[in-house]
């Protein structure tokens, strides 16, 4: 069974940090592209950010709203993905999901598992 | 960035009802787009990818149409447990974008 179990959301002043993980199972992790997407309360859904698998180099794709204070990374040695998430604004306040690309490598891949999702609120 | 404009943003319908959700691109996508549902507390989960492929697990009155700039999520007959928000999304080109949701509501 494919299992995406988020950690790290909570409460955090304006211009601070925070670094959410996603930990993967039942699934062969290294081979997927994986995304960030997040959603503000009561609003829909917002695409944060790629990172593709080593053969392509795990490269990197941001929304324009995060480019520049958000980082994403994975370590397929522990079948995680990272989000950091720096200078961190109010209207970053949302639920953050990690999603897998449903098929290996697939550049035009849906988004084919999703974790449970974890909560940011930034506020003072 | 490609925008996608989903209608109606809201659907009241009645078990049994047939219920139709359109998808327009600002350009075209040819067939990468995906759709979602997603009920209150819950992620997102996948229908149809490809604008037309039924996801493994998801039951047959679903379906998807269309290419290019303009797409069809069709429930042939709703069930009570098809009452949430729809979403579409395309995969063509970065930024990846949703459009803005469909809720479905009981009658």
């Known amino acids: 069974e494919v299992q995406l179990v988020e950690s790290g959301g909570g409460l955090v002043q304006p211009g601070g940090s925070l670094r959410l993980s996603c930990a993967a199972s039942?699934?062969?992790?290294?081979?997927?592209?994986m995304d960030w997407v997040r959603q503000a309360p009561g609003e829909g859904l917002e695409w944060v950010g790629r990172?593709?698998?080593?053969?392509?180099?795990?490269?990197?794709q941001y929304a324009a709203s995060v480019k520049g204070r958000f980082t994403i990374s994975r370590d397929d040695s522990k079948n995680s993905l990272y989000l950091q998430m720096d200078s961190l604004k109010t209207e970053d306040t949302a639920v953050y999901y990690c999603?897998?690309?449903?098929?290996?490598?697939?550049?035009?891949?849906?988004?084919?598992?999703w974790g449970q999702g974890t909560l940011v609120s930034v506020s003072s | 960035d490609i925008q996608l404009t989903q209608s109606p943003s809201f659907l009241s319908a009645s078990v049994g009802d047939r219920a139709t959700i359109t998808c327009r691109a600002s350009?075209?996508?040819?067939?990468?787009l995906a759709w979602y549902q997603q009920k209150p507390g819950k992620a997102p989960q996948l229908l149809i990818y490809a604008a037309s492929t039924l996801q493994s697990g998801v039951p047959s009155r679903f379906s998807g149409s269309g290419s290019g700039t303009e797409f069809t999520l069709t429930i042939s007959s709703l069930q009570p447990e098809d009452f949430a928000t729809y979403y579409c999304?395309?995969?063509?080109?970065?930024?990846?974008?949703f459009g803005g949701g469909t809720k479905v509501e009981i009658k």
């Open positions: 039942g699934f062969t992790f290294s081979d997927h592209y």
């Open positions: 999603a897998g690309v449903l098929s290996p490598g697939a550049r035009y891949g849906p988004f084919g598992y």
């Open positions: 999304q395309q995969i063509n080109s970065y930024p990846l974008t």
């Open positions: 350009q075209d996508i040819s067939s990468n």
């Open positions: 990172i593709r698998n080593k053969a392509n180099s795990y490269t990197t």
